[in-house]
Antibody, heavy 118, light 112 residues
Framework: QVQLQESGPGLVKPSETLSLTCTVSGGSITSHYCSWIRQPPGKGLKWIGY???????NYNPSLRGRVTISVDTSKNQCSLKLNSVTAADTAIYYC????????????WGQGTLVTVSS | QSVVTQPPSVSGAPGQRVTISCTGS?????????VHWYQQLPGTAPKLLIYDTTNRPSGVPDRFSGSKSGTSASLVITGLQAEDEADYYCQSYDSSLSGHVIFGGGTKLTVL
């Protein structure tokens, strides 16, 4: 059974960089995309971006310039960096396997809450 | 503001049938992209419920079904159960956004 687990600091100061890692177990990250999605408290899902195991990435235009997603196939991990954070970046951050060729994400991590506050 | 629109809330009594709509445009659902649905139970991560518009992953009851027509898609839940109370999100691609992933705003289903 494929499982994904997000890890990283739960509190980030304004203007600093949010860094999260997603570790995939029970399957290889190879030949799959890894996505990051976030959900502000009480609000809906927002796609951040995804990366293929080869390193090709695509980002939400609203975050472009602040976001970088990377992959480490040797560790079966993908990572998210979001710089110059503000309180508006406070959210539950999910990693997910996908999108598939038709667009869906079939396995999701449990999510991790990141709060931006001084 | 989402590119695809869902009703903020729907409700139904146990045993009833409810429909959740997902309305898009010619650059996403109407462009032929598949629609996928996720169920998010309170305090948990989203779970894939319907993929490729009409398909159910293993373990999803056949009470859940999906369809698409034109620029809209629908999720139908029959024989409503208390455990179905959750948030539901549709998801697709949008060609006007360089093939970016888009989510609907989500629909809160309340079982009366």
């Amino acid at each position: 059974q494929v499982q994904l687990q997000e890890s990283g600091p739960g509190l980030v100061k304004p203007s600093e960089t949010l860094s999260l890692t997603c570790t995939v177990s029970g399957g290889s990250i190879t030949s799959h995309y890894c996505s990051w999605i976030r959900q502000p408290p009480g609000k809906g899902l927002k796609w951040i971006g995804y990366i293929y195991y080869s390193g090709s990435a695509n980002y939400n235009p609203s975050l472009r310039g602040r976001v970088t997603i990377s992959v480490d196939t040797s560790k079966n991990q993908c990572s998210l960096k979001l710089n110059s954070v503000t309180a508006a970046d406070t959210a539950i951050y999910y990693c997910a396997r996908g999108p598939s060729s038709s667009g869906f994400s079939d396995y999701w991590g449990q999510g991790t809450l990141v709060t931006v506050s001084s | 503001q989402s590119v695809v629109t869902q009703p903020p809330s729907v409700s139904g009594a146990p045993g009833q049938r409810v429909t959740i709509s997902c309305t898009g445009s010619s650059s996403n659902i109407g462009a032929g992209y598949n629609v996928h649905w996720y169920q998010q139970l309170p305090g948990t991560a989203p779970k894939l419920l319907i993929y490729d518009t009409t398909n159910r992953p293993s373990g999803v009851p056949d009470r859940f079904s999906g369809s698409k027509s034109g620029t809209s898609a629908s999720l139908v839940i029959t024989g409503l159960q208390a455990e179905d109370e959750a948030d539901y999100y549709c998801q697709s691609y949008d060609s006007s956004l360089s093939g970016h992933v888009i989510f609907g705003g989500g629909t809160k289903l309340t079982v009366l």
